[in-house]
């Protein structure tokens, strides 16, 4: 108890950028459920695979302490390799996972459980990325991989400055890059969905499939549009967790993607700024929690979070519409 | 394939010709073959770089695993993705209860597994299985890490140290039994290597691979009497059209919480083998990937028919000792093979015949329509 109320506004500050994470992976989930209705299961692996092309990035451009105008050019190339692999994964796994069932018409469950082939496949191949070495004879890119089990870490290295303070915790450089870089995303995505003629389709999808294809808008081109902007903020959020964390590894989308699954339906699966704000509550709650509670129990507040969310409002902070989302 | 069916279709009418005698004595040798299996070391079946009995264990043991997600996944359609879950507290409830607090006889150990586990799937089923039927996935996912994380942090499990000198069920040393073994195509008797019938070691799987295959064949009749009863029909409703069922007067959510219960009830008794087996457990034996192994094995097996599933368990664990190639990548296989299953044959390897039944009538059905439609 003393934990939390000493160190309150660090729990809160750390809570809000981790929470940023979450908040844009959730988009994934939630933009996807409102178009699709369906748990895009395997949205955890696309954040994955961004965060290990963000690490490879900077290892081949070499990267190592930086500060300054280097600090932000490094910044750019991760973020940058980390949004497109993402989103090239999201659309791939659209095209293969989803599309094929869609044509079908094949029932949830089905979908559920081709998403959950997709994302052990995916992750699983991480986890295996050194086998072809042998048989290409590229064993000299040994090192460059990292051992497919265990954690790879970012090659960046900042050096953590207290920025400015908020009451009794300073805010560092870190803290303040991912917040900053997580809301410029999220404004430009709101405002996107919001006011752009694609959102206005996306919206119209979510709301009424039929009479959206009656209006004149291709389902199929906005389903792909759903996969790449949850893709590309997906990778966004995987630099961001890179900058915090400091390492991946091949299996680190797993407790990402629950939580960040958690904060989609804590905001109202369907619902854009409910996952922003979903994703911000978990956060915050998750370190009040282990403040509590001791950290090892962090990952079980998350979980226990859920499941009373599921059971007293199952709609979420904000209800569930994409569609209702007026411009 | 339409060959392959017509083969095994004839096989079947020839079969049901014969006298009720001559069946029941086939069956007889078939079920005696199969207990046999670890004695008689098949040449191709038997796996060469692990040991043939461990593997057959497995094979039984996860038989058992995917009898019962069978019932949750397959009879009532629930998505379960946290049945490692209760394999997990079957698994510590016999650690726990006879190892770390407490020096119960395994007799006693496996009714306590298998109550514990019915009392923890009430638990998590009666507040979740009213959420919608995707959301229940992810929440079960929820719970089998939460189970994970609770036995790796509490030191009450003795955290990731595990438990060690579970107990093995008692032993009753009557003779010995040689194995065969094989050179080519010819036949030896090995005197070295022999079964002591029913000495419970560790040295030696045969024993637990016959207690668990009688199991298996107890919980496949259960099973069977389940689903041909008020219960399994009140589940196919249920499964089918949930609202229907409702209306018809099943009461929904209580079937549920059954299958739900008795599903976990079986994982519990397949992790209270695996305790007595290892002799000892450690929160690692428990990691969420085996949730999907599971559930691999219940939708390539063909979700709802009982035989499938066994026979996809026992080929999913079969396949990767047998090819130790395949060893490493396998989940990435399951992976790869529960997306193609997913598009390509969604009701799995050995469907049910219900399912098969029930396409047969849709066409029908869609016939009549289109000449419906023609001649209008």
């Known amino acids: 108890m003393d934990l939390l109320i000493n160190h309150f506004w660090e729990l809160t500050i750390t809570g809000l950028a981790i929470g940023a994470v979450y908040a844009l992976v959730a988009l994934g989930y939630t933009m996807v459920y409102g178009v699709l209705r369906l748990i895009n299961f395997a949205h955890s692996e696309v954040f994955m695979w961004g965060s290990f092309a963000a690490v490879w990035a900077l290892m081949a451009v070499g990267a190592g302490k930086a500060s300054g105008l280097g600090l932000a050019g490094y910044l750019v190339i991760g973020f940058v390799a980390a949004m497109t692999v993402s989103a090239l994964i999201a659309m791939l796994l659209e095209r293969v996972a989803y599309r094929p069932l869609r044509k079908r018409n094949s029932p ?84 996107f969905i919001r006011r752009s003629r694609l959102g206005r389709g996306i919206r119209a999808v979510a709301m009424d499939p039929e009479a959206a294809a009656l209006m004149g808008i291709n389902r199929d081109r906005v389903i792909r549009l759903t996969f790449l902007i949850g893709g ?96 | 394939m339409n060959a392959v069916r017509n083969f095994f279709h004839s096989i079947r009418v020839r079969l049901g010709k014969l006298p009720r005698w001559a069946q029941l004595v086939l069956w007889g040798l078939v079920v005696l073959l199969v207990y046999l299996l670890p004695i008689i070391n098949p040449p191709f079946l038997t796996t060469t770089g692990s040991d043939f009995g461990a593997v057959l264990f497995s094979c039984a043991m996860y038989s058992l695993v995917a009898i019962g997600l069978n019932i949750v996944i397959g009879y009532a359609g629930l998505l379960d993705l946290g049945y490692i879950g209760f394999f997990a507290i079957g698994a510590y409830t016999v650690g726990m209860l006879g190892s770390a607090h407490a020096t119960l006889p395994l007799i006693l150990l496996v009714p306590a597994a298998i109550v514990v586990t019915m009392i923890s799937g009430v638990l998590l089923g009666a507040p979740t299985l009213r959420v919608r039927g995707d959301y229940l996935a992810i929440v079960t996912l929820g719970f089998g890490e939460i189970v994970r994380l609770v036995l790796v942090n509490s030191g009450w499990t003795n955290g990731s140290r595990g438990i060690s000198n579970i107990p093995t069920p008692p032993s009753i040393e009557l003779f010995d039994i040689p194995h065969i073994s094989w050179q080519g195509l010819t036949a030896f008797v090995d005197l070295e290597t022999t079964t002591t019938f029913l000495k419970f070691s560790v040295t030696d799987s045969v024993p637990y691979y016959w207690l668990t295959l009688t199991l298996v064949f107890i919980v496949l009749f259960l099973d069977w009497l389940m689903q041909n009863s008020r219960v399994g029909r009140a589940w196919e409703a249920t499964r089918e059209d949930e609202d229907a069922a409702e209306l018809m007067g099943v009461p929904t959510f209580r079937f549920k919480l059954l299958a739900f219960a008795t599903g976990a009830a079986i994982g519990g008794l397949s992790g209270a083998m695996f305790a007595t087996k290892q002799q000892f457990i450690n929160p690692e034996n428990f990691t969420i990937i085996y949730s999907v192994l599971f559930v691999a094995m219940v939708v390539v097996g063909g979700q709802g028919n009982r035989w499938g599933v066994v026979f996809a368990a026992v080929l999913l664990t079969w396949a990767p000792e047998k090819f130790r190639f395949l060893a490493d990548g396998r989940f990435f296989l399951f992976g790869i093979l529960l997306m193609a299953l997913a598009i390509f044959r969604p009701q799995g390897l050995i469907p049910p015949k219900r399912t098969v039944r029930a396409r047969k009538a849709e066409e029908e059905e869609t016939e009549i329509l289109e000449e419906g439609h023609a001649h209008a």
Do not use: H
């Not at chain 1, 950290?295 to 979980?303: G, H």
């Open chain 1, 108 to 191: 949830p469950l089905i979908a559920l459980i081709s998403a959950i082939g997709a994302s052990f496949a995916l992750s699983e191949l991480m986890g295996l990325r050194d086998k072809p070495l042998g048989w290409f004879n590229l064993e000299n890119l040994r090192d460059y991989l990292g051992r497919p089990r265990e954690n790879l870490p970012l090659p960046l290295q900042i050096q953590t400055k207290a920025v400015f303070p908020v009451f009794n915790y300073d805010v560092t450089n870190i803290d303040l890059i991912v917040l900053l870089s997580a809301i410029v995303m999220m404004v430009i995505l709101d405002q």
């Open chain 1, 232 to 327: 590309i903020m997906a990778g966004a959020a995987a630099m961001m967790y890179l900058l915090k964390i400091g390492v991946t590894r091949y299996n680190a989308g797993f407790i990402l993607g629950v939580k960040a699954f958690t904060a989609a339906v804590l905001g109202g699966i369907g619902n854009i700024r409910g996952a922003l704000l979903g994703g911000f509550v978990l956060g915050v709650a998750e370190n009040y929690g282990s403040a509590l509670f001791g950290s090892q129990w962090k990952d079980v507040v998350a979980f226990l979070l859920l499941v009373v969310i599921l059971l007293f409002r199952p709609t979420g902070l904000l209800g569930e519409s994409l569609g209702k989302a007026r411009a």
